[in-house]
């Protein structure tokens, strides 16, 4: 009550007041901004700093996850690198907030290709002396558990001005800086001692509040409004692929703590184990696969997921066209069955993963997938962070991981910027954060592209050549090293 009248005021008083000061205004609630917020507010240098959050969207289905998570896993998970996971424990000090229960370490990935059965690689975190490789957690429960340690940080801080202020359900309706000031001919005002300086970009809000920010941060995901008004240019192009997430139950537990990817033509199957024998799976396909895949029955699915991660793609290409004409049709089911049960029972037990028993009703989603990079991540007074600034096929999990060590750059940019008496907009503070976060992440993305492109295809030279790399990776330990440590972020 209190809140909201107050709220209403604010919108009635600010037609004519000045902008409200602050040092960091963040756009965007996702796990990226909640990030920067929390980190900048658990850092000893940068907590004085005044700092605003705006997210468009409601918090409030983040704020109930903490109070009463629902029965099932929700699809949206990702794998946490454990780099990742020390920074939320030591740097963040969001760890402690999220839900154990929800959360599940794995140690072995294999991937293997639908062309060669025979090219099969184990990604094993114990080869580079790790007992975990990552740790799948869903979206909400990482959200969560910032929401939660901000309010611990606010409750601990005694100042007023220092506490983080949180809008929700606030878009920002427009971005005004310098250079949109000089288009539109405003008079110049020279900017005196303690006023605000005309170089601060002006964010208005549609609760009618409008910001003024030293640093404004654009967390705001692929379609970055922060991004668009500075003026970076983002290159990269969507795969005409989309990205099926569901919730799918196993046949029973299984106690190998192992993750699995096929690499199908039209895309990689991802099955990633969850706690007992709940799983997530990411499946990416073509837009018209895609479609089907979140049109056919529940009673269809989790077959389909067992046909595709055995099957033969020839074989594959007959049921989908069998369920495109009905995706009620349950005759598929039967030839998948029948189709299951000629396969290599040599490989069954240990060379694929545990069958499917249902999937979770309605907890299907797809989502486009595209690459894309801005050519940098800073203009004066602005950064970028998180999938504002990076976008990255799902196929190696490292989209959010990518989104925490841009926070850890950034943050220890602004915590250098702070000890040596700087402007923390200045371009001096914010260049170390684009050369520190930009290379790593622009090699993580090649990677990502590449193998894409390289799996994507049935022509035969490609694919012989990829099964004797597979099979080669497989004996040369050290560059597989490589990979695992590039995996988990170490
Ligand atoms: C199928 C799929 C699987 C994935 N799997 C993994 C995985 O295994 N591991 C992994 O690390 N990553 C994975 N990712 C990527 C991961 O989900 C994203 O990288 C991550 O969500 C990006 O976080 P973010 O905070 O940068 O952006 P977002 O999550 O996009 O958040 C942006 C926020 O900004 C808000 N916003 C936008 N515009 C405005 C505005 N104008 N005003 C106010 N608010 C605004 C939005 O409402 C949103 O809440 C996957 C992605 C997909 C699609
Ligand atoms: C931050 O400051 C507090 C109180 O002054 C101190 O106890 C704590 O150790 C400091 N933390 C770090 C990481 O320096
Ligand atoms: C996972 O599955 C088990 C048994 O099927 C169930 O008891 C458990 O609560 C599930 N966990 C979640 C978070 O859904
Ligand atoms: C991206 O943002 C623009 C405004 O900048 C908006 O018109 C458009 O609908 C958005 N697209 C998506 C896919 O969200």
Not at 322 to 344: C, F, G, H, Q
Not at 445 to 471: A, E, N, Q, Y
Request: with cysteine.
């Amino acid at each position: 009550m209190f809140r909201s009248l107050s709220r209403q005021l604010a919108t009635k008083a600010s037609i004519n007041t000045p902008s409200k000061l602050q040092d960091v205004v963040i756009i965007g609630g996702g796990p990226a901004g909640l990030s920067l917020l929390a980190a900048l507010k658990s850092s000893n240098k940068t907590k004085h700093l005044k700092c605003t959050l705006v997210e468009g969207a409601s918090l409030d289905p983040i704020r109930n996850f903490g109070v009463n998570p629902p029965p099932e896993y929700t699809n949206r998970v990702v794998s946490l690198t454990p780099k990742t996971i020390e920074y939320m424990r030591d740097k963040i000090g969001n760890w402690n907030f999220i839900n154990q229960e929800r959360v599940n370490f794995y140690d072995t990935i294999v991937a293997y290709d639908s062309q060669d059965n025979e090219a099969r690689i184990k990604f094993d975190a114990s080869t580079i002396g790790d007992s975990v490789l990552a740790a799948m957690c869903e979206n909400l429960n990482i959200q969560s558990s910032l929401l939660e340690r901000i309010e611990e940080l606010n409750l601990n801080t005694m100042d007023p001005e220092q506490k983080s202020i949180l809008y929700d359900n606030t878009k920002v309706v427009e971005i005004t800086g310098p250079e949109v000031a000089a288009e539109h001919e405003l008079p110049y005002i020279d900017p005196k001692e303690g006023e605000p300086d005309l170089d601060w970009p002006t964010v208005t809000l549609s609760n009618g509040e409008s910001l003024q920010a030293r640093l404004l941060v654009g967390a705001d995901g692929f379609n970055s409004s922060v991004r668009k008004f500075s003026h970076i240019a983002s290159r990269g192009w969507f795969y005409n692929r989309f990205g099926v997430v569901a919730t799918v139950k196993l046949q029973y537990e299984d106690y190998r703590s192992l993750a699995w990817q096929r690499f199908l033509t039209t895309g990689p199957l991802a099955i990633l184990p969850l706690t007992d024998n709940n799983a997530t799976i990411v499946w990416s396909s073509t837009p018209e696969l895609s479609e089907l895949l979140v049109s056919v029955d529940d009673a269809i699915f989790p077959h389909l997921v067992n046909a595709a991660m055995a099957l033969e793609e020839t074989d594959l290409s007959y049921i989908y066209s069998l369920l495109k004409k009905n995706p009620s049709d349950m005759n598929a089911v039967e030839e998948i069955k029948w189709r299951m049960s000629r396969v290599d029972s040599s490989l069954v037990d240990e060379g694929y993963p545990l069958p499917l028993e249902s999937v979770v009703p309605r907890s299907r989603a797809r989502f486009p997938l595209k690459m894309a990079h801005a050519d940098t991540y800073t203009a004066p007074r602005v950064a970028l962070i998180g999938d504002a600034a990076h976008s990255i096929h799902p196929l190696a999990g490292q989209g959010l991981n990518m989104g925490q060590s841009d926070v850890a750059s950034l943050v220890s940019a602004l915590e250098d910027g702070v000890t040596r008496g700087l402007d923390i907009g200045s371009t001096l503070v914010l260049e170390q954060y684009t050369a520190n976060a930009w290379p790593s992440n622009h090699v993580m993305l090649g990677i990502c592209d590449k193998m894409h492109k390289i799996f994507s295809t049935d022509w035969p030279p490609i694919v012989f050549f990829r099964g004797f790399g597979i099979k080669s990776l497989n004996m040369l330990g050290s560059f597989k090293d490589v990979i695992v440590r590039a995996l988990s972020g170490r």
